[in-house]
Structure formats: structure tokens, C-alpha cells
């Protein structure tokens, strides 16, 4: 398994600022994953994290309004910038690692729940 | 193509009963179709996984079945617990390369066992 820590767990923002998510894993991870849970709704991927990169962004997703870090193989960050209302929502950590036999298996961690007044 | 489809949106079972949830997907390239559960305030927990090359799989009293020819997957929760009361999710992803992590979920499905 995997062990995944984020910090703040929670918090109530005002609009217009920002807000810095950090996430930790308990072991070295290849794979690092930022995903977004609004409420009453199912998770939707924001960006793939990379070590020694710039992240990668899904569609709808764009890095001045979450920049992403990576500085090493166990955190990664995530800013959610210059925040309004509808940015309310979970975001998630997320990391895969590979059992033997190759199959994966994909971790999330306890999310960050951000509320934006 | 993307898309994953999940019925039905909510379940009430009574307990020792049998909950089924379905998903349905469109993207063939899809080979990972894991399950999660989430319980409020907490983050999703892998419950089981399965991968198109077996058509059922077992872990407890959680069983997935997998159809590839109709492109539809099943999470089975025999012997249902008040305890398994959460939300669950289905989703898929595929393989190599940059795809591995990149779930595409379905809606959820809030499950209520009564006592």
C-alpha cells in the first residue's frame, strides 16, 4: 500500500487569493497525480505531477490557475490561484505503485476540502 | 469515448443482502477497471481491481465481474454490512506509458445498508 499525507486537510478561503496544497508520500513514487472532487461529484484528474518537469495538465486544467511542484519522488504541490467560488471542492493526491507481476494499483490520499467564500 | 457510466446513483439494502453496482465504458483501450469506496470526509480507498484478461474476480465478500465483449463491469458486495455504507466508484484507465494513473471515474453510487 501506500501512505499519503496532505496538508491543510481542510480550509475556508477568501476570493481572490491562493492557497497551497502539499502532499506526502511515505515512499519514493514515479507517479504523482492531482485530482479534483466537487461536491456531490466524482473525482476528475487536474494534472500529472512530474519529478524534474513541468506537470501535465488535463484539458479544462492550466498551470496559472494550478501550479504544480515536484521537487523530489515523495511531495508534490498544488496551488489553487487567485480562488473564486467555484473552486470549492477536494482536492486529491494521488500516486500508483506496481505490485509484482507488474500490476498497479492507484492510492489516493485523505484530500485537502477547500471552501471558497 | 472517455466516459465511464455508473448505475444506479443510490442503493438502499437491507443488510445480509446483496448489493450490485454496474459501469459501463466506451473507450476498448481502457485495461484497468478498479473500485473505490469513500466514506464522507475521507478520501477514496481502493477496494478491488480487475483487468479485461480475467472475467470475475474475488476479494471477501467484494466481487467484481467483467464483460469485454458489452464493455460493462459489476462491484457484488455479498453478505452487505451497515459498515459498508459509502459511496463507491468505478473507473477505469489505460495502460503504458502516460496513461497510468489518468482514471476516468463514473458518477458514484451512495450506498445504504439498513440494519
Known amino acids: 500500500s501506500a501512505v499519503i499525507s496532505q496538508k491543510p486537510s481542510r480550509d475556508i478561503c477568501q476570493r481572490g487569493t491562493s492557497l497551497t496544497i502539499q502532499c506526502q508520500v511515505d515512499?519514493?513514487?514515479?507517479?504523482m497525480f492531482w485530482y479534483r472532487q466537487q461536491p456531490g461529484q466524482s473525482l476528475t484528474l487536474i494534472a500529472t505531477?512530474?519529478?524534474?518537469?513541468?506537470?501535465?495538465?488535463e484539458s479544462g486544467f492550466v498551470i496559472d490557475k494550478f501550479p504544480i511542484s515536484r521537487p523530489n519522488l515523495t511531495f508534490s504541490t498544488l496551488t489553487v490561484s487567485n480562488m473564486s467560488p467555484e473552486d470549492s471542492s477536494i482536492y486529491l493526491c494521488?500516486?500508483?505503485?506496481?505490485?509484482?507481476?507488474?500490476?498497479?494499483?492507484?492510492?489516493f490520499g485523505p484530500g485537502t476540502r477547500l471552501l471558497v467564500l | 469515448q472517455q466516459q465511464v457510466k455508473q448505475s444506479p446513483q443510490s442503493l438502499i439494502v437491507q443488510k445480509g443482502g446483496i448489493s450490485i453496482i454496474n459501469c459501463a465504458y466506451e473507450?476498448?483501450?481502457?485495461?484497468?477497471f478498479p473500485w473505490y469506496q469513500q466514506f464522507p470526509g475521507k478520501g477514496p480507498a481502493l477496494l478491488i481491481a480487475?483487468?479485461?484478461?480475467?472475467s470475475e474476480k474475488k476479494e471477501g465478500r467484494f466481487t467484481i465481474s467483467f464483460n469485454k465483449s458489452a464493455k460493462q463491469f459489476s462491484l457484488h458486495i455479498m453478505d452487505s454490512q451497515p459498515g459498508d455504507s459509502a459511496t463507491y466508484f468505478c473507473?477505469?484507465?489505460?495502460?503504458?506509458?502516460?496513461?497510468?494513473?489518468?482514471?476516468?471515474f463514473g458518477q458514484g453510487t451512495i450506498l445504504t445498508v439498513h440494519p
Open positions: 480487475i483487468r479485461p484478461d480475467v
Open positions: 515512499s519514493q513514487v514515479t507517479m
Open positions: 473507473a477505469a484507465s489505460k495502460a503504458g506509458g502516460t496513461s497510468y494513473g489518468k482514471l476516468t
Open positions: 505531477a512530474n519529478q524534474g518537469s513541468e506537470a501535465t495538465y
Open positions: 494521488s500516486v500508483v505503485r506496481w505490485a509484482g507481476g507488474g500490476q498497479e494499483t492507484q492510492y
Open positions: 473507450n476498448t483501450a481502457f485495461d484497468y
